[in-house]
């Protein structure tokens, strides 16, 4: 196959999905993943797609997006922002409280930098679940059903357990952040979990890079001026007439 068509094909798969694996590609171009990498560096040296770790997004991002990426493909996009928002939000746990962190990659990256012995965690992310527990932290993980594509616990059986609990603080991701839609996500069952957990915390902080801004999926799961926003620099000053936003750019 031509390097134009594979290309062509490439794009043809990104319009439709909004993202595209390295794996698949390789399958459904019966290439090399060397082939599948390359051309994916060209068409995003071209300005035709954004390259991620494991694939690639879409420059285009619809009004409404329903689909979640993969776990491995989040965790490569905006990495230097998500390590600067993760740093300042474990830095706003106190030896006493009692925190929920969602499931989600900046809320992952925020458990390297806690230093709150004391404090007891509350999550429903399997990978949060270990990196807290291997660092000797007082952790209890949700019961219900695991989601494989974010690694969450969701469902109506993560709700029941979160009922027993009330949050001094908890952490949040998002897919989107939209004044008039608030923040949503692209899953029913996860952000029922997210709505409930956002409840049950007396404060609750959405951790998020500047691509989630005026993105909107299809499940809202709260309104802006119910949480705090911490992001590295944002420029749109509609935001902060709504809701309290902290700046983490240096």
Same mark, same amino acid.
């Given at each position: ?112 930098? @806690? $230093? ?5 965690? #509350? +999550?429903?992310? !399997?990978?949060?679940? &270990? ?102 620099? @944002? $420029? ?5 007439? #709504? +809701?309290?936003? !902290?700046?983490?750019? &240096?």
């Amino acid at each position: 196959m031509l390097t134009q068509e594979r290309h062509a094909l490439i794009l043809d798969k990104l319009e439709r999905e909004s993202v595209v694996y390295v794996n698949d590609l390789v399958k459904v171009l019966e290439t090399s993943e060397f082939t599948i990498r390359r051309d994916l560096n060209q068409l995003d040296k071209a300005g035709l797609l954004k390259k991620v770790h494991g694939g690639a997004t879409s420059l285009n991002s619809s009004l409404i997006n329903t689909k979640d990426f993969e776990f491995e493909v989040r965790q490569g996009i905006n990495k230097e922002e998500k390590l600067r928002i993760a740093k300042y939000a474990a830095s706003l746990i106190g030896h006493d409280d009692f925190v929920y962190i969602d499931s989600g990659t900046t809320t992952e990256l925020m458990i390297d930098y @806690i $230093e709150a012995k004391g404090a007891t965690f #509350v +999550t429903n992310g !399997v990978s949060h679940a &270990k990196k807290l527990i291997h660092k000797n932290l007082t952790t209890y993980i949700l019961g219900g059903e695991l989601k494989l594509k974010t690694e969450a616990i969701v469902g109506v059986e993560a709700i029941n357990s979160l009922q027993k609990y009330n949050f001094t603080k908890g952490f949040f991701g998002t897919n989107g952040i939209d004044v008039e839609r608030g923040f949503t996500t692209p899953d029913l069952r996860e952000g029922m979990v997210k709505e409930e957990a956002l409840r049950r915390s007396k404060t609750s902080y959405i951790l998020a890079d500047m691509s989630k801004f005026g993105e909107v999926s299809s499940i809202n799961f709260g309104k802006l001026e119910k949480s705090k926003i911490i992001t590295t620099k @944002i $420029e749109n000053n509609k935001y902060r007439k #709504v +809701t309290e936003i !902290v700046e983490v750019d &240096k």
